[in-house]
Each structure stands twice: as structure tokens, then as C-alpha cells.
């Protein structure tokens, strides 16, 4: 019954590495969006897609690049991880049955918490 | 800029007591509130949206335009309601906009 899938559940890297977050939906979804989640800070949006090959920067693209080349999949990308980047990493999807799109119902997945050392 | 603030970082309550949890938002036009809820050790999920005004699991919220608010409330919590509960805005073409969060914490 698993909608979004996330590849890693928990990922431990070092300052300066290259780390890959995979995402994967199987709704058929034209919007796809990164989140990090932070106690204290709730969600921010990283960048946002809604279309393949589209992105769209969201509140806090630094530090960040993303990838769409299917539909179904959306890639975070820490080209050079910090310690900053240490957080809780959500995806999430949505249709687009409205025009007004941040109104269509996003669906998470499980989330990818990622220590960077 | 449209923003969402959600004052209180806790709530602790007792099993069958009422709770509210506040929203307030800033944003001139018309939005469009959720909240959205997160169990532990389960997915960030939709509990429910103003434009539906429905009742879910025994919470309601209605948007308050002249207070700018869109608080959740149940009458009577239940130990299986704790959890991180996110209130969301859009507005036009924008993306969610999340607040920080309450974590709802109920008690026996």
C-alpha cells in the first residue's frame, strides 16, 4: 500500500561527501516536493517539481539541487554535505486536480534521516 | 509573505479533556488552511482541510477570516490523539506553507 517511497530510511555521511536522497511515487502525481523537517522549525521546503525536468526552488534551496527525470522519481542531491544538513528528509507528492496546486493534498513518505559527521 | 504561527511547541492534556491546538496566519487574500497530522513512527498525513469542513477522528477547525485563525479542537481527547500536529496554508498558485508544529501530548 506504499505510495511514496524514500530508498534510505537512515543514512550516516561525512563533511564534503555527495549524497543522493531517492524518492518514488507510483499515483501517477505531477507535483513532487523535498522537505526537511527540524524540531523547532517544523517543515521547510527545499525545491519543488511539477513536471519532469521542471524544478522550482522553494525556501531553503541552498546546499541542495534536485533531479527529475521520470515522473515517478524526484532526487535530492547535498553536492558537498555539512553538518547543517543533518536533519529528517520528507518527500512528498500531489496531483494536480486544482489549478490552485498548493491545495491538492500531498501524500509523504516515511522519511530519510540523514546524519552527516 | 504568507506565514503560519503555531505558538505553542507543546500541549499536554489529560484523556477526555478538550484541547485545542492554535493557528494564526498572515496572509491579505483568501487562503486555504490544513492541518496535517503525524503519529509516531508514521507517515506526515492530511487530517483535515477548511474548505471540507468535515469532522475527522472528532477534530474540526474553522477558518476564522477576522481573527485570522484556523484553530483545531476536539471536545474530548484520547490517548491515541497524541502526536505533531502541522497547521498549512496556500494561498493563490503558492505552495504549503507549514507552521512549526505543536506536539499534542495526552495523558491517561
Known amino acids: 500500500d506504499v505510495k511514496v517511497t524514500q530508498s534510505s530510511r537512515y543514512l550516516v555521511k561525512r563533511t564534503g561527501e555527495k549524497v543522493f536522497l531517492e524518492c518514488v511515487q507510483d499515483?501517477?502525481?505531477?507535483?513532487m516536493f523535498w522537505y526537511r523537517q527540524d524540531p523547532g522549525l517544523g517543515l521547510r521546503l527545499i525545491y519543488f517539481?511539477?513536471?519532469?525536468?521542471?524544478?522550482e526552488k522553494g525556501d531553503i534551496p541552498e546546499g541542495y539541487s534536485v533531479s527529475r527525470e521520470k515522473k515517478e522519481r524526484f532526487s535530492l542531491i547535498l553536492e558537498s554535505a555539512s553538518t547543517n544538513q543533518t536533519s529528517m528528509y520528507l518527500c512528498?507528492?500531489?496531483?494536480?486536480?486544482?489549478?490552485?496546486?498548493?491545495?491538492?493534498?500531498?501524500?509523504f513518505g516515511a522519511g530519510s534521516r540523514l546524519t552527516v559527521l | 509573505a504568507q506565514r503560519v504561527t503555531q505558538p505553542e511547541k507543546l500541549l499536554s492534556v489529560f484523556k477526555g479533556a478538550p484541547v485545542e491546538l492554535k493557528c494564526n496566519y498572515s496572509?491579505?487574500?483568501?487562503?486555504?488552511l490544513f492541518w496535517y497530522v503525524q503519529y509516531s513512527r508514521q507517515r506526515l498525513q492530511l487530517l483535515l482541510r477548511?474548505?471540507s469542513r468535515e469532522s475527522i477522528k472528532g477534530f474540526t477547525a474553522d477558518l476564522n477570516k477576522g481573527e485570522t485563525s484556523f484553530h483545531l479542537k476536539k471536545p474530548f481527547a484520547q490517548e491515541e490523539d497524541s502526536a505533531m500536529y502541522y497547521c498549512?496554508?496556500?494561498?493563490?498558485?503558492?505552495?504549503?506553507?507549514f507552521g512549526k508544529g505543536t506536539m499534542l501530548l495526552v495523558s491517561p
Open positions: 512528498a507528492s500531489s496531483s494536480r486536480d486544482r489549478a490552485a496546486w498548493g491545495a491538492n493534498v500531498l501524500t
Open positions: 499515483m501517477d502525481h505531477e507535483n
Open positions: 517539481s511539477y513536471d519532469v525536468k521542471m524544478k
Open positions: 496572509y491579505s487574500g483568501s487562503p486555504e
Open positions: 477548511h474548505i
Open positions: 498549512a496554508l496556500t494561498a493563490g498558485y503558492s505552495t504549503l506553507t
